[in-house]
């Protein structure tokens, strides 16, 4: 298994949506639970919140502390836009650590027409490369990209979801499509499975479909690329719906 260039990433989007504060603390106290099989121990890599609203030091390390960060941040639970990092914000000797972003944007109504109305993506950064720092090997990720893909479609429910390089992030068509990564599930609303080409990991799952390149591969970033080209030329994905689970206006 090589090593990939650039960040490796792991997100969804999907179409209009608005959830309740609650289901938002929820969905993040999941993801981060889900998370803790790449290593991650919360008692020694805290998560943080990103805002002007809150303290930087704070560690979110109880359900109370993140209730009230994220009550905070978003203005008493009118707005959907919160970043969490595990980085030590207050300590820049500590920043040559590995860490980890989660970026949400998330509790928009209604689709738009130049990207994903929602979105979640978490980025495994390596730090500043500090001696003895291992930071997040590709190869760690990737032999747990299926099931992390899966995480991600069942704690935030997207019409799509993937996990790949920063490098290797592939053009989509403008407008709001899915990305394509190393590791992808699409939801039938977005394709329909039997137009999807051959891929070496091919399973349903949750009223989608998951596939991917071989990581073991002898080259699987070709194989990444030409297998996001083969699916954006074929002109198969349609857009996220405006509204999740509603059909869009003919």
């Known amino acids: 298994m090589i090593e990939m260039a650039g960040k490796m990433l792991l997100g969804g989007v999907w179409g209009g949506r608005v959830d309740a504060f609650d289901l938002h603390v929820s969905m993040v106290q999941e993801c981060w639970r889900r998370l803790a099989y790449l290593g991650l121990d919360p008692t020694v890599a ?24 994220m009550d905070l ?16 914000l207050t300590d820049f000797s500590k920043s040559f650590a590995p860490y980890m972003n989660l970026n949400v944007f998330i509790n928009h109504p209604r689709g738009r027409a130049n990207g994903p109305a929602n979105t979640v993506q978490i980025r ?62 699409l939801s039938d609303t977005v394709v329909d499975p039997l137009e999807l080409p051959r891929t070496h990991a091919r399973e349903r799952y949750a009223g989608g479909t998951l596939i991917g390149v071989d990581p073991d591969g002898p080259d ?6 030409e297998l996001a080209s083969s699916i954006y030329d074929a002109k198969i994905l349609k857009p996220l719906p405006i509204i999740q689970g509603q059909p869009d206006p003919a």
């Open 220 to 225: 699987p970033i070709s194989d990444t690329k």
């Open 73 to 88: 941040a978003s203005f008493g639970g009118r707005s959907g836009l919160y970043t969490f990092t595990t980085r030590d």
């Open 46 to 69: 805290p998560w943080h919140i990103i805002s002007d609203e809150c303290d930087p030091s704070l560690t979110l390390d109880t359900p109370e502390r993140l209730i009230d960060a």
């Open 124 to 185: 495994f950064e390596p730090g500043l490369g500090a001696t003895g720092q291992v930071g997040w090997p590709a190869s760690h990720i990737l032999a747990s990209g299926n099931q992390m893909v899966k995480d991600i479609v069942d704690v935030w429910h997207p019409e799509s979801a993937y996990l790949c390089s920063s490098a290797l992030i592939c053009a989509a068509p403008s407008g709001p499509h899915p990305i394509l990564g190393l590791v992808n599930w």
